[in-house]
């Protein structure tokens, strides 16, 4: 059985940082693609970043470039968001997802990731 169980939210001013923690069991996060979503009040679940391969490979969204970096570590099968730079409009239910079978070209989609925690919140204060 896969599980996914987030940490490290919370609320932060304008301009500080927040690093989320992904701890997986029953899937293995080195040989799969991971990710972390986002979704605001009223908006729809959105990526933010994802890595696979083992770790070489990242990609983000633009809103987000330069401010986030995912990472992963293997041998404690957990993946990493280091926030900086927090703004208010990253307030949001920040989620961890697996995905078995992403198309290279969805990679951000949420359609593409078959498994979900039950996500942690961030809050940014202007």
């Known amino acids: 059985q896969v599980q996914l169980g987030e940490s490290g939210g919370g609320s932060v001013q304008a301009g500080g940082s927040l690093r989320l923690s992904c701890a997986a069991s029953?899937?293995?996060?080195?040989?799969?693609?991971m990710g972390w979503f986002r979704q605001a009040p009223g908006k729809e679940r959105e990526g933010v970043a994802i890595?696979?391969?083992?770790?070489?490979?990242?990609t983000y969204a633009d809103s987000v470039k330069g401010r986030f970096t995912i990472s992963q570590d293997n041998a404690k099968n957990t993946v990493y968001l280091q926030m900086t730079n927090l703004k208010p409009e990253d307030t949001a239910m920040y989620y961890c997802?697996?995905?078995?079978?992403?198309?290279?070209?969805?990679?951000?989609?949420?359609?593409?990731?078959?498994?979900w925690g039950q996500g942690t919140q961030v809050t940014v204060s202007p």
């Open positions: 890595i696979w391969s083992g770790g070489p490979s990242t």
């Open positions: 997802a697996a995905g078995t079978r992403v198309s290279v070209f969805r990679r951000l989609r949420p359609s593409e990731y078959n498994y």
């Open positions: 029953g899937y293995r996060v080195s040989t799969n693609s």
